[in-house]
């Protein structure tokens, strides 16, 4: 085994789970042992609760602009660390070593971020009578707790704890049980950078521990980050409880391809969209309309794709499983007449036999009623749909369950303007694959792609990750007294 075996980090220390009920955390990459994964029980998730409670008075009265030092200094120790963290998020993902630096790169631009909070999260004051003043100010909410999926390692964590923390909140994470390392070192970076034991805490496990989560009468909100099914799941608990809760759900992304576009700009952006950390990622662009004579540019799109070669610029998918069903996909559109342009299955990689990969793969001719056309592939994979108009792709864009994302590819400013109005998905790209809003602008998806109010990045975290406090003051008694004051 490459590691120690994982602990949950609870107080400032790494502590043994009460259970011993494990998992082995395998390398997508080459099926080597990296190390065992506690699958924890309620016992523990009770003691990170009553840790991060303990330290919540004291954390949540440090006026915000001493909170924020800490995330300075996490920033530079991100930045001193990164090779290092990277290739964590390598080994353990399957991501190439290069999506791996940007990931961590993105992490250092979350903590950015939230080293801004101070300047916006600044109340209002107002004299709203003669001598009687209104003030507001954002109050953290207590113990929080963060649930996140196995596809960003680092990077999904880093959307919820330095903004929620910074705040003035405690945070419990539930990293994913396919990928717990990296989470143990950013834990490890914010002890260093002079985190108070308890504002932090790691408990690792599966259903139990999120069940639970939900269930702890003393953790007033909780985001989720992962799966629609399990999206769903994790609201109603979570909500049923009368806890906070916003709930990031699955994808399936559309570009609409217009003939004016430029055909090797689009199939770039199309191919690199589609196959980016092999196609795990929920911005990933699954299904592609191709409105009108695009056959050029779907050309394009295929010497792009062949041009991704698994173990080299393509890294591998999760797990066995998780090829096994990207593949039958794949199998499943060609038996029902879908034409393979490009066909990543049984992809091998010389010297990682044991890794889990799957080429790049174009399926065009796929008809809107196919599970491929429908459904979250989570590989590289694009399912290529044609239709004679831009209303035909809009419908199959809007049909869809899902929200995260839709993109148009087009020279045509007002073409575009059409479809931004009308594709129903909270990020939207014209030329771009993936539409991700950067800081401050927030990230967050519409319909079955999120559960909750709000989005989960940028400004809109300040609303989830606090409540408001109206103060209404009077000093001076010759004021007097009136129905409102
Ligand atoms: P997942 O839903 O299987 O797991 C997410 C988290 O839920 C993990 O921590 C996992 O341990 C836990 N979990 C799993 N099964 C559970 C159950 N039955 N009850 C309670 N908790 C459970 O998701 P995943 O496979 O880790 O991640 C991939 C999914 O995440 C994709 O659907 C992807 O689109 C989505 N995702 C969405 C966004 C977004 O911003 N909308 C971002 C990243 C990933």
Redesign the pocket.
Known sequence: MKYNPVLNFIDGEFTDSSSTRKIEVISPVDGELLSTVPMSSKIDLQNAVKSAKNAFPAWSRMPIKERVQVFFRFKTLLENNLNSLAQLCSEENGKTLGESIAEIEKCIELTEFATSLPQLVAGEIMEVSKGVECRTEHAPLGVVAS??????PAM?PCWTIPNAIVLGNCMIL?????VPLCSGRIAELLKVAGLPNGVFNIVH???E???AICDHPDIQAVS????????K??YQRATHNFKRCLA????KNHLMVLPDAIPGMTAQNVAASMSGCAG????AASAMVAVGDVDPIIDKICEEARKIVPGKNLGAV?NKASKERIEHYISEAEKQGAKILVDGRNAKVDGKENGTYVGPTVIDYVKPDMAVAKE?I?GPVISIMRTKTVDEALAIENANPYG?AASVFTQNGGAARYIMERASAGMIGVNVGVPVPREPFP???WND??FGVGD?TGKSSIEFWTKLKKSTTKWNPEAGVNWMS
């Open positions: 649930i996140v999926p196995f596809n960003f999904v539930k990293p994913s049980e396919k496990g599966d259903v521990i999120v069940e989720f980050v992962g799966s629609t099914k399990i999206a799941i994790v990031l759900g699955g994808a795990q990622r929920c911005m999760i979250e989570f995260n990230f967050g998806g792609s999120k989960i």
